[in-house]
């Protein structure tokens, strides 16, 4: 759950060059659930773009909507097929990778529903107290118009199933 640590993106990259060999990969978003920062996530993405891609729909309450773009990340991008693994603790910035990845058609997304989390927020201070408070600003959705909190994988596997096989991880690996 570390979305929202920069250190990441470094820890992604330097794992990502062990595996540079790799002709498949599986990204597991199913324990995201306190949100992150697109400074992280965008990087995580580009490292399976070769070139920019549109990925995620921002819809502000306050003025036009807009879509995001990621870039290449890194000296070489991952190729093959990328299975993407979510359920109800994948929220946030968790759930706009995956549909992202999915939006861009550059990984299919196995588990359930996410955390079905309604938008982005903002911090605003209040003038008077300094007290920081966090009040929804936009909406997200992905490429196809879905709102992000409504939208489902499409392969529908239990994502955890607490003490047992894991059954999403079995599903993109006999993908």
């Known amino acids: 759950d570390s979305l929202g640590d920069s250190r990441t ?9 062990t595996m540079r060999e790799a002709n498949s990969w599986i990204v597991d978003l199913r324990d995201t659930p306190g949100g992150g920062d697109t400074n992280v996530a965008e990087p995580i993405l580009g490292r399976f773009l070769s070139k920019a891609a549109e990925y ?18 890194g000296d070489w991008t ?12 994948t929220g946030s910035m968790g759930e706009g990778l995956a549909i992202g990845f999915d939006g861009i058609e550059r990984g299919e997304v196995f588990g ?4 079905r989390l309604a938008g982005g927020v903002e911090d605003y201070r209040l003038s008077q107290t ?4 966090r009040l929804p600003a936009y909406d997200l959705a992905h490429l196809n118009g879905t709102p992000r909190h409504e939208w489902s994988p499409p392969y529908q596997v239990v994502a955890d199933n607490g003490d047992g096989p894991d059954l999403a991880l079995a599903a993109a690996l006999d993908w």
């Open 9 to 17: 993106v470094a820890a992604f990259d330097a794992a990502m060059d």
């Open 56 to 73: 995620q729909q921002i819809r502000p309450t306050d003025a036009p909507e807009w879509v995001k773009t990621a870039e290449p990340h």
């Open 130 to 133: 300094g007290f920081p408070i």
């Open 78 to 89: 991952a190729k093959g097929p990328v299975a993407v693994l979510v359920g109800r603790w």
């Open 112 to 115: 359930s529903d996410m955390a």
